[in-house]
C-alpha cells in the first residue's frame, strides 16, 4: 500500500480552489478529465474495474512538495500526477458492460454530479 503526502481529494480541488473561478483555473478540470480518462482506460485494457469512481476517490499528488497554503501548486501540472483510491469494491472481469458501469461515473464527474 502507498501512502500519499502532499496531497488533495479531486473533489476538495474542485469545491475549494476551481470553484474561485479565477483566470488561470480555466484549463483545470479539462487537464484532470484527461487524467481520469487516462487512468480509466489503463484500468479497463486490465481488465481492472473500480466499483466506486468519485471524485473523493481520486487524489492530485506532488511529485515534489510546495508551500502547503499555496493553492496554485495544484497548477503546476508537470508537477502533479494522479492517482486512484480505494479499490475495495474493484474486481477483475472483462465485461464491457461492467466497464460501461465506471465510465458512467466517469461522465457523471466530467458532467459535474459526483
Known amino acids: 500500500m502507498q501512502h500519499f503526502e502532499n496531497s488533495i481529494t479531486l473533489k476538495d480541488f474542485i469545491i475549494n480552489v476551481v470553484a474561485e473561478e479565477k483566470k ?6 479539462d487537464f484532470i478529465a ?3 480518462g487516462e487512468a480509466v482506460r489503463k484500468m479497463h ?4 474495474i473500480h466499483g466506486d ?3 473523493s476517490n481520486m487524489l492530485l ?8 497554503s499555496d493553492d496554485t501548486r495544484w497548477f503546476k501540472y508537470d508537477n502533479v500526477e494522479f492517482a486512484m483510491i ?10 464491457a ?11 457523471d464527474i466530467v458532467a459535474g454530479s459526483s
Not at 488561470?24 to 478540470?29: G, S, T
Not at 499528488?61 to 502547503?68: H, L, Y
Not at 480505494?86 to 465485461?95: C, K, M, T
Open 61 to 68: 499528488v506532488e511529485k515534489t512538495p510546495n508551500d502547503p
Open 24 to 29: 488561470e483555473h480555466e484549463n483545470a478540470l
Open 45 to 48: 485494457e486490465s481488465n481492472i
Open 86 to 95: 480505494d479499490f475495495g469494491l474493484s474486481y477483475i472481469d472483462n465485461s
Open 53 to 55: 469512481l468519485t471524485t
Open 34 to 36: 484527461k487524467m481520469i
Open 97 to 107: 458492460e461492467d466497464k460501461g458501469v465506471d465510465f458512467l461515473f466517469y461522465a
